[in-house]
């Protein structure tokens, strides 16, 4: 279907989207987009609405929100088990591809798309390619522009979820956790807020992990790790500097324990990306990983943090085309 389907969060943004929705999809509109919009009422509403457009055969999809919008949209097309049905056509376009992150003029027929207009607090995906935000998206969907990028699937103890932005556990999730139950409608200023009552209850995590062909379970005390398919998080947070979503990797960070005033003082290096000169910082670029979880814990996964045992993590190449 060439229509597109928008699932707008009026919440997000602190109410911002609820404004500037209307105006946004009006100009895509008269630029010669039939797109058809719906509004979420409660957290988790994309997913279903997001399922049911993509069963009554919807291909084109707009986030209009922040990212917690864009992953609830992309789990209602993927999880389920659509993706199964759809891993060998996926498949074939990553082995096709003769560039990463090649540009397109339209996306290859039957495959899913996705548009975003950033209307939310965090919005951190986009920022991989990206100052411009909004602007920047619609200008994309009205010249029919999309690249493929990657998705990562984590499998936990009660089902999968899909990502297209970061998983993280350890202190960047336990911020997030916090940030989330009391700070959140403070934007940027309620994240820090949340480092810092966070570094007043800093103690080193262990967090058993191996990848790929790995035989050993890594059980070194840390900060935090973070799985990563794009370089942003936070909103501005620099992160993952090496990441790529459109390389079939994940990108995987490993920070070692520091102590309060050394993790505040390394606290202005993440929006830079400084923070992984530092000799306690380590990464890899790997296909699978594996968790050793006996408990659940807070994990971040594009800014949404869960209570998760997790199992396993693995990269799915070129699994949508994104309007940027």
């Known amino acids: 279907m ?7 969060n009026p919440a997000a943004g602190a109410g911002r989207s609820a404004k500037l929705a209307g105006p946004a999809l009006e100009r895509l509109r008269k630029g ?37 919008t864009g992953h609830e949209i992309l789990n ?29 003029e339209h996306p ?26 909004a602007a920047a998206s619609l200008q994309a969907l009205l010249e029919r522009r999309t690249r493929s990028i990657d998705l990562m699937r984590l499998t936990h103890s009660t089902g999968e979820m ?22 959140k409608p403070f934007g940027h200023l309620g994240y820090l807020l949340g480092v810092f009552v966070r570094l007043a209850q800093l103690r080193p995590l262990t967090f058993a992990v191996r990848c790929d062909d790995d035989r050993e379970w890594d059980t070194r005390p840390c900060l935090f790790l973070t799985f990563n398919n794009s370089a942003y998080t936070g909103g501005t947070m620099w992160i993952a500097p090496s990441a790529d979503a459109s390389d079939g990797l994940i990108e995987y960070v490993h920070w070692g324990p520091i102590g309060r005033l050394a993790a505040l003082r390394m ?8 923070h992984m000169q ?8 790997v296909r699978h990983v594996e968790f050793n979880m006996p408990d659940a814990v807070d994990v971040m996964v594009d800014g949404e943090v869960l209570a998760l ?8 190449p070129a699994a949508v085309d994104v309007y940027i």
Do not use: W
Request: contains cysteine.
């Open 309 to 316: 045992q997790c199992r396993t993590l693995d990269i799915v």
């Open 162 to 183: 899909y990502s297209f932005n970061l998983v993280s556990v350890g202190f960047t999730a336990n911020v997030g956790a916090l940030t989330n139950r009391h700070f």
């Open 76 to 104: 209602g097309i993927f999880g389920g088990g659509m993706i199964a049905g759809r891993a060998a056509a996926q498949r074939a376009t990553a082995e096709r591809r003769t560039a990463v992150g090649k540009t397109t």
């Open 2 to 8: 060439e229509r597109f389907f928008a699932i707008v």
């Open 267 to 274: 606290l202005p290096t993440i929006y830079d990306g400084r």
């Open 108 to 133: 290859a027929a039957g495959r899913v798309a996705m548009g975003f207009l950033p209307l939310g607090t965090g919005n951190s995906f986009l920022r991989d390619y990206t100052r411009e935000g």
């Open 278 to 285: 530092h000799p306690q910082a380590s990464r890899r670029a």
């Open 32 to 68: 010669g987009l039939e797109v058809d919009d719906v509004s979420t009422g409660a957290p988790g509403d994309a997913v279903q609405l997001a399922r049911e457009a993509y069963a009554r055969g919807y291909r084109r999809f707009l986030a209009v929100g922040g990212d917690g």
